[in-house]
């Protein structure tokens, strides 16, 4: 598939571009998979049989990430006190948000080029500067634009098949750029999404700016096909607030959140499991992600610390996501792996 030939239209990939996939400067467009859904990689962990039989003195607990960004750090120095937690996600969401939009090819030629200019200048501290901002933008090159591990929708896709819904409604907790629900929205089309984030950036910046060509591989409910989705034509609400002045009653179809329990001491995770409760229909799916407990996310949230790690963070097993889910009141459907994310599908008992 050719960028070029796509550039400059307003809905740039159709059903022609199924089983492609294209580079653009800042992400991959990942249009495989529209029929061979098994190529769409879910790994089932199926560990667990039982989840009354588990316990925690088994799984042991969640790896947290102790190094803090080096701005979280100099703003407690000068105040002499712990960053508010709603302080701290303004600056993970701003300091994120600039990554999904950078042009890495150039942005990585550039700052190969600034490190041999200060090397010639034999200038070492500019030197560790910007050889650490080349590791930077090399991993995250391989691990968001290359691997596709952040968004990835092949692996999301696989994680939401299957769900019995007509037009459901979609509440997304702590949404940031809404990119899962716009996903589950172009598989299962036609109905709502609320999104709610409390940092309003969210939803005039980070949400706001996701590329309105961005192609959801999803399906047509008109002719049972898979077809193309994009932002602007699905039905969106964003409400900035936090989550615990929600007004809704038990009406939603599906409550999903991606990286928002990991974020929580255990003594809050309840209260958190109950958010994903008090807002489902009966019969409605509550649908987690959470960071893999694994060596090459160990090395992301080292290398790439001034950028994420502004907040509280646990990486988890799926055996430890799944025992917060289950010892909260829910029956685990389907419990496994993505890309960098393990993946549960819940309902409450
Ligand atoms: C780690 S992010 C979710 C991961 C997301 N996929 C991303 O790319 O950043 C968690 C989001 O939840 C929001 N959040 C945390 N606690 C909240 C609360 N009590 N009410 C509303 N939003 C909340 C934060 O502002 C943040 O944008």
């Known amino acids: 598939m050719d960028l070029d030939a796509h ?7 159709s059903e022609e571009d199924f089983e492609k996939t294209l580079l653009t400067p800042s992400y991959r467009v990942e249009l495989r998979n ?3 859904e098994q190529l769409d990689r879910f ?3 199926g560990m667990v049989n039982d989840w009354s039989l588990l316990s925690w003195k088994e799984v042991g607990r969640p790896y947290r990430v102790e190094n803090m960004a080096e701005k979280r750090v100099q703003w407690e120095n000068e105040h002499g006190r712990n960053m508010p937690v709603h302080k701290a996600w303004e600056m ?10 950078k042009d890495v090819p150039s942005e990585k030629k550039q700052a190969r080029q600034d490190m041999f200019n200060h090397l010639a200048k034999f200038d070492m501290k500019e030197v560790r500067i910007a050889l650490k901002s080349v590791i930077m933008l090399n991993l995250w090159n391989y691990a968001h634009r290359v691997k596709d591990g952040i968004w990835d929708p092949r692996g999301k896709r696989a994680l939401f098949q299957g769900l019995h819904l007509k037009k459901p ?12 629900a716009m996903q589950l929205y172009s598989m299962y089309p036609d109905g709502e999404i609320v999104m709610v984030d409390y940092d309003e950036y969210c939803k005039t910046d980070r949400f706001a700016q996701f590329p309105d060509t961005y192609p959801f591989l999803g399906y047509n409910s008109a002719t049972g096909q898979s077809r193309v989705w994009y932002k602007d034509q699905m039905n969106i609400t964003y409400i900035v607030d936090d989550i615990r002045n929600l ?27 109950e958010w994903h409760r008090k807002f489902l229909k009966p019969g409605g799916y509550a649908i987690l992600t959470t960071p893999r407990n694994q060596l090459q996310s160990k090395v992301y949230y080292k290398v790439m610390e001034d950028v994420m790690n502004h907040t509280y963070r ?5 055996r430890q996501m799944g025992l917060y889910v289950y010892e909260n009141g829910f029956d685990i459907l389907k ?6 994310h393990n993946g549960i599908i819940a309902q409450p008992r």
């Open 92 to 101: 993970f969401n701003r300091s994120f948000h600039e990554w999904f939009v």
């Open 335 to 340: 419990h496994g792996y993505i890309k960098v």
């Open 247 to 273: 007004p809704f009653g038990h009406e939603f179809d599906i409550v999903l959140s991606v990286g928002l329990l990991e974020h929580f001491s255990d003594e809050v995770k309840p209260e958190v499991m």
């Open 169 to 180: 409604r979609i509440l997304f907790l702590g949404a940031a750029e809404g990119y899962e």
């Open 43 to 45: 790994i089932s962990a």
């Open 7 to 13: 550039l400059g239209n307003d809905y740039p990939y």
């Open 314 to 318: 646990e990486l988890m097993d799926i």
């Open 34 to 36: 529209a029929t061979n």
